[in-house]
């Protein structure tokens, strides 16, 4: 019954899709050089200062505002090295080539790493969940729980556009260092570190240009830390940076 | 129309150009179905180029590119081709069971798994990393990728490069075996002997252009030299000045000669040394004929 249906041209893709999908999350879940980092750093900072160097055992406001920030903090990461790496590692190596080649579904390479990078987000997501409500002593309400989740899972679509777009311009040996050049002074210049009001003013000024920065105010909106921007004006600028960037990277992949 | 079956691809007065150089100048080729065609050609050739317009991984700068009557770039084209690229990196990570499955589940009527396993000789691997394979391995399971979708016509770019002599010819055989099932090859090779013993058909091209085509037979006839080697005490230097000799090298106690016909030649070694022994007279082979074609293709356009 299933074979009958799968042979029609037309009905096949779905399965293409799904696999994918899959593989794409259990190879890079097989590289530890990803894996590791990505789902840890996040965790262990989290560790370090929310909830042993932040005082936050009793729930306090710096263990709330970096369950936000270190959220955004890891699904930057997922998104930029899941994507600027393995795209600048496919295109060297001649896999992008392949599956050109072959009768791969339309967009079911870009597809699949966004699925990808939007379960390495939830598992980051379901990891500083744990340690803020246990170690943290944090306490939410399970839509906030969930909007968190919403925020980090929908948040990979602009890093993953930019991740995309360094991958078409880099070699797989230099992406990871330009990614790291982008990622970790966007990171801290956002305020997911450290709050902005803790910094020269300065910084809270430059912060508007950086994606990071309206990712975390919406994070931060969750739990009652943000700076008190429109929600509508933060999602617009992603938006648009997604646009912009994944139109790039389009034009990049084409020529 | 001379031909009353289409071809299964097609390139028409293909021309593409990179900056300067101009890797197609105008190329034709048909590839029909059920055969198996050799494109051969020295590096820079434009075989690649032409591949990768038949693929639709490039597009031609003039002229067309057909596969199964479409443009290559419509997947419904490419839903029945199969390929093996050189240099085409699999994930490491991923586990050949999981790499085929993921490959034939682009296609809308793969081989089983059982005949994709018993075609490319991949028993006992299939648990295995990709990444954790030898390079000889590695290539069989690129050769399943390429047929686990039942294509009707293949592309082997190179397919044996790297393989030693036994897995070589385990590939010839699945090869083979697919081209009697009714598959269309289109082969590229540096191994000249692998267009010898595989191809139907042999296309040789040069500076972008197609410079002579035909079955192997007839492309060795391109060249009406023969190849004589004996063990004899003549010196090359004396051998080289007779006529119809081209050339001639001495390994050992071994004289190797190059002539245009081997009739008077043989006579002359057997009358000059009498103890002349291990005589063999070989046409030459599809190696020679290529040299010969190519080189008189650069001549004209290098003076």
């Known amino acids: ?255 | 129309m001379t031909s009353p079956i289409p071809p299964l691809a097609r390139l028409q007065d293909a021309q593409k150009r990179y900056g300067k150089v101009q890797a197609l100048a105008g190329l034709d080729l048909d590839i029909p179905a059920g055969q198996l065609l050799a494109l051969l050609g020295p590096n820079g050739a434009g075989k690649t180029t032409a591949i990768a317009l038949l693929l639709g991984l490039q597009q031609a700068d003039a002229g067309r590119a057909e596969l199964f009557g479409l443009d290559p770039r419509q997947l419904a084209a490419r839903r029945h081709i199969g390929v093996m690229l050189q240099s085409a990196a699999v994930p490491d990570t991923l586990k050949v069971r999981e790499l085929i499955a993921l490959t034939r589940s682009y296609y809308p009527d793969p081989r089983s798994v059982a005949d994709c396993v018993a075609l490319a000789g991949l028993d006992g691997l299939m648990e295995r990393r990709y990444g954790r394979l030898s390079g000889g391995q590695q290539r069989r399971v690129q050769f399943a990728l390429a047929i686990c979708g039942r294509p009707r016509l293949l592309f082997l770019d190179e397919p044996t490069t790297g393989l030693d002599i036994e897995a070589r010819q385990g590939l010839w055989k699945a090869i083979r075996e697919l081209v009697a099932q009714g598959c269309a090859v289109l082969l590229t090779t540096h191994y000249l002997e692998e267009a010898e013993a595989l191809a139907d058909r042999v296309v040789v091209i040069d500076g972008g252009r197609a410079i002579a085509q035909g079955s192997v037979a007839e492309i060795r006839a391109h060249v009406v030299q023969r190849r004589i080697r004996c063990v004899s005490s003549l010196s090359p230097d004396i051998v080289a000045a007779w006529p119809e000799v081209g050339y001639v090298a001495r390994e050992g106690d071994r004289l190797e000669i190059v002539a245009d016909a081997a009739e008077a030649v043989v006579r002359r070694l057997l009358a000059e040394d009498p103890a002349l022994c291990e005589l063999e007279v070989q046409r030459a082979g599809l190696a020679d004929a290529f040299i010969e074609l190519t080189r008189k293709h650069a001549l004209p356009e290098a003076a």
């Not at chain 1, 909830?51 to 990461?77: E, H, K, N, S």
């Not at chain 1, 080539?97 to 339309?106: C, G, N, Q, S």
Request: charged share 10%; glycine share 10%.
């Open chain 1, 1 to 255: 019954m299933m074979d009958a249906i799968a042979s029609r041209p037309s009905a096949a893709p779905w399965r293409a899709y799904a696999l994918e999908a899959r593989y794409e999350f259990l190879r890079l879940l097989r590289t530890p050089s990803f894996a590791l980092p990505t789902l840890l750093f996040p965790n262990v900072f989290y560790l370090l200062f929310g909830v042993l160097l932040g005082g936050g055992r009793g729930g306090g406001d710096a263990a709330r505002y970096l369950l936000a920030t270190y959220g955004v903090f890891g699904i930057m990461g997922v998104s930029l090295f899941g994507f600027g790496v393995t795209v600048a590692m496919d295109r060297d190596q001649g896999l992008l080539t392949l599956k050109r080649a072959l009768p791969m579904p339309p967009g079911a390479y870009l597809l699949a790493k966004t699925a990808m990078a939007m379960l390495f987000a939830t598992a980051i997501s379901l990891m500083l969940a744990l340690l803020a409500s246990t170690l943290a002593g944090v306490h939410l309400s399970p839509a906030q729980w969930g909007l968190l989740w919403l925020v980090n899972v929908a948040g990979v679509l602009p890093f993953c556009a930019l991740g995309l777009w360094i991958g078409t311009l880099c070699t797989g040996s230099a992406s990871p260092a330009v990614i790291n050049l982008i990622y970790l002074p966007m990171a801290f210049l956002s305020g997911l570190w450290l709050p902005l009001a803790m910094l020269p003013d300065i910084f809270a000024r430059l912060a508007p240009v950086w994606p990071s920065h309206h990712l975390a105010q919406i994070a931060l909106e969750v739990v009652g830390h943000d700076a008190g921007g429109a929600l509508g004006m933060h999602v617009a600028v992603l938006l648009a940076f997604s646009a912009v960037f994944f139109f790039l990277a389009h034009r990049r992949l084409a020529a």
